[in-house]
T-cell receptor
Framework: DAKTTQPNSMESNEEEPVHLPCNHSTISGTDYIHWYRQLPSQGPEYVIHGLTSNVNNRMASLAIAEDRKSSTLILHRATLRDAAVYYCILTAGSYQLTFGKGTKLSVIP | KAGVTQTPRYLIKTRGQQVTLSCSPISGHRSVSWYQQTPGQGLQFLFEYFSETQRNKGNFPGRFSGRQFSNSRSEMNVSTLELGDSALYLC?????????????FGPGTRLTVT
């Protein structure tokens, strides 16, 4: 399985943008890049996913490097509710999600 | 549209007992997957159902079983409970099988085995 590397933790001030990086240097051509997050005591929550082009939705933006070996999840204005563990995952025809350790995002009021 | 619901939310059982957990997917979703989450092992895949058929199964003993009904609701059962079965059990639904499409998770059932 292609693996991802994320920083263990990051901090952001409330109402400021947050850029969460993910390295996936062994990504295959068919791997989609998914981001999920998990708030304390809750189930994981889908955030966004993409293949090659940058993607935007109401929650976040996903910027994918041209060589696809890295990507960045962008939260445009961090709120306290965004404090969570963020997981970057690669999927290619898989039937299961495999979460790594993720990045624990702390939002400072 | 209502999200994925799981019942019960919390459960305390003793070793040797059995337990049944329920999951109602988002309306229109026919694929349901179950996961076990523990601090030590992280998220581990249990099984995936689509149109009442188990499509994939994770590496768990036969004490763990599941089924899906014609309305896409799913149940999982754990027999002869062990202390190590204490975990958060998560259900995820999606329109189609596999994980390329977004998965919508329920809040989970917190099972404690004493």
């Amino acid at each position: 399985d292609a693996k991802t590397t994320q920083p263990n933790s990051m901090e952001s001030n409330e109402e400021e943008p947050v850029h969460l990086p993910c390295n996936h240097s062994t990504i295959s051509g068919t791997d989609y890049i998914h981001w999920y997050r998990q708030l304390p005591s809750q189930g994981p929550e889908y955030v966004i996913h993409g293949l090659t082009s940058n993607v935007n939705n109401r929650m976040a933006s996903l910027a994918i490097a041209e060589d696809r070996k890295s990507s960045t999840l962008i939260l445009h204005r961090a709120t306290l509710r965004d404090a969570a563990v963020y997981y970057c995952i690669l999927t290619a025809g898989s039937y299961q999600l495999t979460f790594g350790k993720g990045t624990k995002l702390s939002v400072i009021p | 549209k209502a999200g994925v619901t799981q019942t019960p939310r919390y459960l305390i059982k003793t070793r040797g007992q059995q337990v049944t957990l329920s999951c109602s997917p988002i309306s229109g979703h026919r694929s349901v997957s179950w996961y076990q989450q523990t601090p030590g092992q992280g998220l581990q895949f249990l099984f995936e159902y689509f149109s009442e058929t188990q499509r994939n199964k994770g590496n768990f003993p036969g004490r763990f079983s599941g089924r899906q009904f014609s309305n896409s609701r799913s149940e999982m059962n754990v027999s002869t409970l062990e202390l190590g079965d204490s975990a958060l059990y998560l259900c995820a639904s999606s329109l189609v099988p596999g994980v390329v499409d977004e998965q919508y998770f329920g809040p989970g059932t917190r099972l404690t085995v004493t």
